[in-house]
C-alpha cells in the first residue's frame, strides 16, 4: 500500500511512454488513469492510517549510495506530513489524468503527454516521502524534469520551448542554494537523514560556518531553495510562463505539485527551522511581499490562465509568512485546501478556454454563462473558496493563516498580517473581474466562437464537481484536525513547534477583529469588482488612462523580466557572443585551420623538392653528407 | 672452421643455385614451381636460424647471436610472404619469369649476410649481394619507361651511396686499423680520442646506411622507384629489405660504432626529426598510394632512428619491436595494393578505393586497420610500436624528438585517416576485381597480427629484450 502509492504512477508512465505506441493512445491513456486511480486508493488508505489512526512508519527500499561516511537509502518516510502530501497528490493528480482524457482527446500523442504527467507525480510522491534530503532532491529534480517536458509539451511552439527553459533555469538557481544547504547541512551534521538531522539539532544550536550561525544559514539556502520551485519573490517568474504547457498540467504544477515543494521542504525542516528565527523572518517577509506582489499582479491581467497562476503565486506567499511565524499546520492546511480549489479553478478555467475554442484573453469572453452552466457554477465555488468566503474550504486556512500573524505579536508578523490582508482584498477583487468579464456581460467573441460554446464532456465534468466538493467540504471537515482541538493528535510530531512559542496555542486567543476583518475586505473586493465590472464598465479604463504609470507597471509584472534580462540575460549573453566569436572562432578554430593551412603549404613544398631528377637526388645526398660530416667534426 | 655456423645461408645460396638451374632446363613456364621451391627453401633456411646456435665464424667475418636470428626470422617471413603476393601479380602483368623468385632468394640471402656481418668487409658483401638483384628487379617490368627508369635511378644512386660507404669503410680501416667489428668496438670504446678520419669514416658510412633505410636527406629515390617499379617489388622493397636495413644500421651504430656514441648520435637525431617531418608533411599532398606509401615509410624510419638515437636498452628494443609490427602492417598494406586492379589493369590512385567499404568489406575492414595501425591508434599495434620508442625517448630527455614525433603522427594520421575516408565514405567508381586467395592469405594473417598484438606481447617483447642483449653485451 505504502510503495503502491508512489510507485502506481510510475508503472503508468512506463506503460504509457514505452508501450504507448504499441497499445494505442487510448489504452495508453485508460491506464494511466487506472493506476493513478490505484495510487489514489492507496495514498487515501495510507492517509487514513498515517494521520487519522496515528501510525507512522518508514518503508526501507534498499540502500542507494554508500560514500565514506555518507550513506542513504531509498526509503519511503509515512508521517503525518507526508500523508497528507501523498494523499493529496493521488486524488488530485487522478482527478487531473481523468480531465485530461476528454481535454488532450483531440491531441496528436496524448500516450507521452500521460507518460509525462504520470511520471510528474510520481517525482512529487518520491519528494513528499523522501527520508533524507538526497531522496528529497531526487524527487526535486525530477519533479523539475518532468515540469519541463510538460511546459514544452506543445514543442512545436517557440514560446513552449521558451517558457520549459524559462522554468527550468529559473529552477536551476533556487536549485543551487538547495544544494548548498544540503552541503551545510552535511557539513554541519555529518549526514543526510531526517531522523538523524532531526535528532542532533540541539547540539548544533551554536555552531558557527564563516561567522553566520549555521542552522540560520541552512534555513535561508534552503528557503532560497524553496524560492525557486514555489515561485517567490525574485525566482516567480517562470510560473506565469507556465502556462504555456496545456491546462491540466498547469492546474497539477500549480494545485498539488511542483510548486507545494517549496512550502513541504520549509514544513519538512521545521525542526531546523524552529532554532533558525533570522531564516524564519527572511521567510515571513518574503512571503508576505510575494502574496501582496502577486496579488497586485493579477488585477490587471487579461489571460484567464495567467490571472489564476499569480493568485496561486500570492497564494503560496500566505502559506510561507504561515510557516514564517511558525504556524507550519497552518501552512499544510492552507497547501491542503488550496490544492482542491486551486485545480478546481484550473480545470474550470481549461473548460472555459475549450468552451471559447481555445480562447484565453478574458476581454474576448463574455456572456457565456447560461451555455456552459456547470463550470459557471464551479468557477462561482472555486473563487468563493479562494476568497476566503465563510464556510468554504480557503475561509478556514487563511483566517488560520491571518490571525497567527497577528497572533505571533512580532513585527514581522504585523508586516505579514498587513499585506496578507490588503491581499486578500485583491484576492477578491481579481477574481470577480475574472468571473464577471468572462461570464457576464455582452459576448466580445466573434459570432463564430460563440456558437461553438459548448459545455465540456463528462469526463471532464465529473472531476470538476469532485473538486467542487472538495473545495467546499475540506475546510470545516478537516480543519479540527489540521489546526484545531485534534491537531497534537492529528501531526503526531511530524511537525516541531518551539515550545516557548507554541504558536497553536496563540492561534486560540488571536483577536477577534481578525476574522471580522478578513471577512470584510473580502466582501468589500467581491462587491467593488461587481460594480465596477458588471456595471461601470467604463471605469477601469479611466483609471488605467488615469495613472498609465502604476498600470503599466502592474501589467508589466514590476518589470522583473525586463530587469532580469537586463542583469543577467544580456550580459551573460553579450560574454557568450564574445567568447563565441572572439574565443571560439577565431582563436580555437583559427588554431587548428592555421595549422592545416600550414601543413597544406609545408606538404606543397616538400612535394616540389622531388624533381625527379637523378642529379638533383644525388645533390641532396653529397649535401646531406657535408652537413653530417661538419655536425660531426664541430659537435666533437 | 666452423662452416656449419652458417648453415641457413648455405642451404639458401646451394638452394637458389639449384633452383635456377630448375628453372632454365625444362622448356615450359616454370614461374609457379620455382616460386613455390623458392618458398620452400625460406622455410628450410628458416628452420635452420631457429636452431642455430651462437657463435663465430669464418674467421671473425661471421657472427650469430640473437639479435640475428630475430632479424633474420623477420626477414625471411616478410620475403616469403612478399613473394607469395608477387605470384600472382606478376601473372596478371605478364611478368611471370622464374628469375623473379631466384632473384628474391638472392635478395635475402644478401640481407641474411649483411645480419650476420661481423665485419666491414662481410657487411659491404652482403650490401652488394642485397642491391644488385634489387636493381634488377626495380626494372623487372622493362617494357615498362616508369620500371626502368625507376632501376637505373635506383642503381645509379644506389652506386653512389655503396661508393660513399666503401670510401668510408677504408678510412676506418686506414684510421682504426682493423675491419672486424669486436676490434673497432675496442678502440673506439677507448679513452682516447677518436681521430678526426675515423669519425669521416663513420659519417660516411652512416650515409650508405641512411641511404638504405631511406632516412632523410638520402631518401629521394624512395617515392620515384616506389612509383615506377612494379607493386609486386615495391611490396619486397617496402617489406622485407626494410627490415634488413634496419638491422644493419643498428647492428653497426651499436656494436663497432657504440663507444662513439656521443659522435653520431646528433646526426641521427637530426635524421629522424627531419625524416618524421618530411614523411608527414609530403604525404598529404600524393594521390598515389605507392608514392603515399613511400612517404609513409620515411615517417616510419624517424621513429625508428628515433629508437636507435636514444641508445639505450630501452630505445633500442624499442626499435626491435618496432620492426616486426612495422613489417606486418606494411606486409598488409601492401596486400590489399596488389589486390588493386580495375577489369584486369592495375589501379594505384588512392580514389580507385573509393566504395571498397560497400563493395569489398573484408579488404576494407583489413586496409582499415593497418592504416589506423599506421597513424598509431591504440590498441592496435602500430600504437605500441610507437609507444616503446616514444617512451625511451622522453626517458631519456631528447624531447625535441619526441615532441616532433607526436606532432608528425598527428600530420600523418590526417592523410592515412584520409584512406579510410576515401574506402568508406566516397561514392564508388566500380568493385575492384575480385582479390587471389594469397591476397587474402597475407591480409588475414597480418590483420589479425595487428588488430590483437596487444592480447599478448610477451613473447615478441622477450624476443627483442634477447635480441638486444646479445647485441649490446
Known amino acids: 500500500m505504502f510503495v503502491g502509492a508512489v510507485f502506481f504512477p510510475l508503472l503508468g508512465a512506463c506503460v504509457s511512454g514505452f508501450l504507448g505506441r504499441w497499445l494505442g493512445d487510448r489504452v495508453a491513456m485508460w491506464s494511466t488513469v487506472f493506476f493513478m486511480a490505484l495510487a489514489a486508493i492507496c495514498g487515501l488508505l495510507a492517509f487514513w492510517q498515517v494521520a487519522l489512526s496515528g501510525q507512522p512508519q518508514t518503508v526501507v527500499l534498499f540502500t542507494w549510495m554508500q560514500v565514506g561516511e555518507l550513506s542513504f537509502s531509498w526509503s519511503l518516510r509515512y508521517d503525518t506530513l507526508a500523508a497528507v502530501m501523498v494523499g493529496m497528490v493521488t486524488l488530485i493528480s487522478t482527478l487531473i489524468h481523468l480531465y485530461s482524457v476528454g481535454y488532450m482527446s483531440h491531441d496528436a500523442t496524448p500516450s507521452r503527454f500521460f507518460a509525462y ?107 532560497l531553495g524553496a524560492c525557486g520551485k514555489s515561485a517567490q519573490l525574485g525566482l516567480h517568474t517562470w510560473l506565469p510562463d507556465a502556462m504555456e504547457g496545456p491546462t491540466p498540467v498547469s492546474a497539477l504544477i500549480h494545485a498539488a505539485t511542483m510548486v507545494t515543494a517549496g512550502v513541504f521542504l520549509i514544513c519538512r525542516m521545521s525542526p531546523v527551522m524552529e532554532f533558525a528565527p533570522v531564516a524564519l523572518a527572511i521567510v515571513t517577509v518574503v512571503g508576505a511581499s510575494t502574496a501582496l506582489f502577486a496579488a497586485t499582479i493579477g488585477c490587471v491581467q487579461n489571460d484567464i490562465k495567467r490571472i489564476i497562476a499569480y493568485s496561486t503565486c500570492s497564494q503560496l506567499g500566505y502559506m510561507f509568512f504561515a510557516a514564517g511565524v511558525g504556524l507550519y499546520q497552518a501552512a499544510m492546511f492552507h497547501l491542503f485546501t488550496h490544492a482542491f480549489f486551486k485545480a478546481l479553478l484550473f480545470l474550470g478555467a481549461g473548460s472555459v478556454i475549450h468552451a471559447m475554442s481555445d480562447e484565453q484573453d478574458i476581454r474576448k469572453m463574455g456572456g457565456i454563462w447560461k451555455k456552459i452552466p456547470v463550470t459557471y457554477a464551479v468557477m462561482w465555488i472555486g473563487s468563493l473558496a479562494l476568497a476566503g468566503i465563510p464556510f468554504f474550504a480557503g475561509y478556514y486556512s487563511k483566517d488560520a493563516i491571518l490571525e497567527g500573524a497577528v497572533a505571533a505579536g512580532t513585527g514581522v508578523g504585523m508586516y505579514a498580517f498587513v499585506c496578507g490582508a490588503v491581499a486578500a482584498f485583491l484576492t477578491a477583487f481579481y477574481s470577480w473581474r475574472l468571473l464577471i468579464l468572462t461570464f457576464h456581460g455582452k459576448p466580445r467573441a466573434d459570432h463564430h466562437t460563440m456558437e461553438h460554446v459548448h459545455e465540456s464532456p463528462l469526463v471532464m465534468l465529473v472531476p470538476l464537481l469532485l473538486l467542487s466538493v472538495g473545495a467546499i467540504t475540506t475546510g470545516f471537515v478537516f480543519a479540527p484536525y489540521f489546526i484545531g482541538d485534534a491537531a497534537t493528535a492529528f501531526w503526531n510530531g511530524a511537525i516541531y513547534n518551539l515550545p516557548a512559542k507554541d504558536m497553536m496555542e496563540a492561534l486560540h486567543h488571536a483577536p477577534h477583529w481578525v476574522p471580522t476583518l478578513a471577512k470584510t475586505v473580502a466582501i468589500s473586493g467581491i462587491l467593488l469588482a461587481i460594480l465596477i465590472y458588471g456595471f461601470l464598465p467604463h471605469i477601469p479604463g479611466r483609471v488605467a488612462a488615469a495613472a498609465p504609470g502604476p498600470y503599466r507597471f502592474l501589467l508589466n509584472k514590476w518589470y522583473f523580466d525586463e530587469l532580469y534580462d537586463r542583469i543577467f540575460v544580456q550580459p551573460a549573453r553579450r560574454l557568450a557572443v564574445q567568447l563565441w566569436q572572439v574565443g571560439d572562432a577565431r582563436i580555437i578554430d583559427g588554431m587548428p585551420n592555421g595549422a592545416a593551412a600550414l601543413a597544406a603549404g609545408a606538404s606543397r613544398g616538400t612535394v616540389r623538392l622531388q624533381t625527379g631528377k637523378v642529379a638533383s637526388y644525388a645533390f641532396a645526398m653529397i649535401i646531406g653528407l657535408v652537413v653530417f660530416v661538419t655536425l660531426f667534426l664541430t659537435g666533437r | 672452421m666452423n662452416w656449419t655456423l652458417a648453415l641457413p ?77 608477387a605470384l600472382d601479380w606478376n601473372r596478371a602483368e605478364g611478368l611471370s619469369r622464374f628469375e623473379y623468385p631466384v632473384l628474391v632468394l638472392f635478395a635475402t640471402l644478401g640481407m641474411m649476410v649483411m645480419i650476420s656481418a661481423n665485419d666491414l668487409m662481410s657487411l659491404y658483401l652482403g650490401l652488394e649481394l642485397l642491391s644488385l638483384p634489387l636493381y634488377v628487379m626495380a626494372a623487372f617490368h622493362r617494357d615498362n619507361a616508369r620500371s626502368s627508369e625507376a632501376g637505373l635511378k635506383y642503381f645509379v644512386l644506389g652506386a653512389l651511396s655503396s661508393g660513399l660507404m666503401l670510401y668510408g669503410m677504408s678510412l676506418v680501416y686506414g684510421f682504426a686499423g682493423t675491419t672486424n667489428f669486436a676490434q673497432l668496438a675496442q678502440v673506439l670504446g677507448g679513452t682516447a680520442p677518436i681521430s678526426a678520419g675515423v669519425v669521416v669514416g663513420i659519417v660516411f658510412i652512416i650515409t650508405g646506411l641512411c641511404f638504405k633505410v631511406a632516412a632523410v636527406p638520402f631518401h629521394m629515390w624512395t617515392p620515384d622507384v616506389y612509383e615506377g617499379a612494379p607493386t609486386s617489388v615495391v611490396a619486397y622493397f617496402a617489406t622485407a629489405t626494410k627490415v634488413g636495413a634496419i638491422a644493419a644500421i643498428v647492428r653497426v651504430l651499436a656494436g663497432p660504432f657504440g663507444g662513439a656514441v656521443d659522435q653520431w648520435q646528433q646526426v641521427i637525431v637530426l635524421a629522424s626529426i627531419a625524416s618524421m617531418i618530411l614523411g608527414a608533411f609530403a604525404a598529404i599532398g600524393q594521390t598515389n598510394i605507392k608514392r603515399l606509401m613511400a612517404y609513409s615509410w620515411i615517417s616510419h624510419t624517424g621513429f625508428v632512428l628515433m629508437g636507435l638515437a636514444v641508445g639505450t636498452e630501452a630505445g633500442l628494443r624499442g626499435v626491435l619491436i618496432y620492426t616486426p609490427i612495422y613489417l606486418m602492417m606494411s606486409l598488409g598494406a601492401f596486400s590489399v595494393l596488389v589486390a588493386m586492379r580495375r577489369n584486369g589493369h592495375a589501379v594505384e590512385n588512392i580514389q580507385d578505393l573509393a566504395g571498397l567499404g560497400r563493395t569489398d568489406p573484408a579488404m576494407a575492414l583489413g ?19 610507437k609507444l616503446y620508442v616514444l617512451l625511451p625517448a622522453v626517458e631519456a630527455g631528447f624531447w625535441l624528438m619526441a615532441v616532433v614525433a607526436v606532432l608528425s603522427s598527428v600530420v600523418s594520421a590526417y592523410y592515412y585517416l584520409r584512406v579510410v575516408k576515401v574506402m568508406y565514405f566516397d561514392a564508388s567508381t566500380g568493385a575492384l576485381d575480385a582479390r587471389p586467395s594469397g591476397v587474402s592469405f597475407v591480409l588475414a594473417g597480418t590483420g589479425l597480427f595487428t588488430m590483437f598484438f596487444f592480447l599478448m606481447p610477451a613473447p615478441l617483447l622477450a624476443a627483442a629484450r634477447q635480441a638486444v642483449a646479445a647485441l649490446i653485451g
Open chain 2, 9 to 85: 645461408e648455405l642451404v639458401l645460396a646451394l638452394s637458389g643455385l639449384a633452383i635456377l638451374v630448375a628453372g632454365v632446363l625444362p622448356r615450359r613456364d616454370m614461374t609457379f614451381p620455382c616460386t613455390m621451391m623458392v618458398l620452400g627453401a625460406f622455410l628450410l633456411s628458416g628452420a635452420f636460424v631457429l636452431t642455430q646456435p651462437d657463435g663465430m665464424g669464418f674467421g671473425g667475418q661471421y657472427i650469430s647471436d640473437a639479435f640475428a636470428r630475430f632479424m633474420k626470422v623477420l626477414v625471411l617471413a616478410g620475403a616469403a610472404l612478399a613473394l607469395l603476393l
Open chain 2, 367 to 385: 586496409m582499415a586497420i593497418f592504416m589506423f595501425a599506421m597513424a598509431g591508434i591504440p590498441p592496435l599495434s602500430g600504437f605500441f610500436a
Open chain 1, 117 to 223: 504527467l504520470s511520471l510528474f507525480t510520481f517525482m512529487m510522491l518520491m519528494l513528499v516521502t523522501a527520508d533524507n534530503l538526497v531522496q528529497l532532491f531526487f524527487g526535486w529534480e525530477g519533479v523539475g524534469l518532468a515540469s519541463y517536458l510538460l511546459i514544452g509539451y506543445w514543442y512545436e511552439k517557440d514560446s513552449a520551448n521558451a517558457a520549459a527553459m524559462k522554468a527550468f533555469i529559473v529552477n536551476r538557481v533556487g536549485d543551487l542554494f538547495f544544494m548548498l544547504g544540503m552541503a551545510l547541512t552535511f557539513f554541519t551534521f555529518g549526514s543526510l537523514e531526517f531522523d538523524a538531522i532531526f535528532g542532533a539539532v540541539q547540539d548544533h544550536v551554536n555552531d558557527v560556518f564563516l561567522g553566520i550561525p549555521s542552522l540560520e544559514l541552512i534555513g535561508v539556502l534552503l528557503f
